[in-house]
């Protein structure tokens, strides 16, 4: 059955620190991939998308992910993050329909000290 | 732009009664939607997609009767929880897919999300 994984479910790390995120899915065809976050009180924002070309893909407030097809993986990363990027990380995948669903993994809260 | 509004923000209501909510698209057409529901420190579940002039599609699960979905126009969808139960209570988010995107057609756009707590 298709899903979507997210391998951590608490990250707590020191501003300045890298950050990487783990996402895998399970489906052998066509995939697009998102991340979205989610800052305290406020509603789902996309960090970043993948759809074709350039398996490294960069997004808005330093993001990048990067896409393993062989893997089935699409890991989020920053290299230095800030007090502010503390939020609920989302990733989530369109299996290769034309009907735009998306699955989404269980999400990966993150806490940065300052 | 893209912007998603959802009202109300949140609501409280008796065991029995109906709720609606609504989901608009503020400064584009989105002739899809779609109705989510978030429990505490769980993911979204998509629970079904909101077609303008069409039926919605559900989910496996969720029951059609009981969460009826109305997309009248471009930039409204309404979900209406009937009889609610206190079962019901969630975080009720919902997405727009913003036709007409330079970038690409396949991205949802979310509102804030309703939180209904049913006594």
């Known amino acids: 059955a298709q899903s979507v994984s997210q391998h951590n479910h608490h990250v707590i790390l020191s501003e300045a620190a890298s950050l990487e995120l783990g996402c895998n899915y399970s489906?052998?065809?066509?995939?697009?991939l998102f991340w979205y976050v989610q800052y305290p009180g406020q509603h789902l924002q996309l960090l970043l998308k993948y759809f074709s070309g350039d398996p490294l893909v960069k997004g808005i407030k330093g993001f990048e992910a990067e896409f393993i097809k062989s893997k089935f993986s699409f890991n989020l990363r920053k290299p230095s993050v800030q007090w502010s990027d503390t939020a609920e990380y989302f990733c989530a995948v369109n299996f290769g329909t034309n009907d735009y669903k998306l699955s989404f993994g269980a999400g990966t809260t993150v806490t940065v000290r300052a | 732009g893209a912007v998603v509004s959802q009202h109300p923000s949140r609501v409280i209501c008796k065991s029995g009664t109906s709720v609606k909510i609504e989901c608009r698209s503020l400064d584009f057409q989105a002739t899809t939607m779609f109705w989510y529901r978030q429990f505490p420190k769980q993911s979204l579940m998509l629970m079904a997609t909101s077609n303008e002039g069409s039926k919605a599609t559900y989910e496996q699960g969720v029951e059609k009767d009981k969460f009826l979905i109305n997309h009248a126009s471009l930039t409204l969808s309404t979900l209406t929880v009937t009889s609610a139960h206190p079962e019901d209570s969630s975080f009720y988010i919902c997405?727009?897919?913003?036709?007409?995107?330079?970038?690409?057609?396949?991205?949802?756009?979310f509102g804030p999300g309703t939180r209904l707590t049913v006594l």
């Open positions: 997405s727009a897919r913003w036709d007409l995107a330079v970038d690409s057609t396949d991205t949802q756009y």
């Open positions: 489906y052998g065809g066509t995939v697009n």
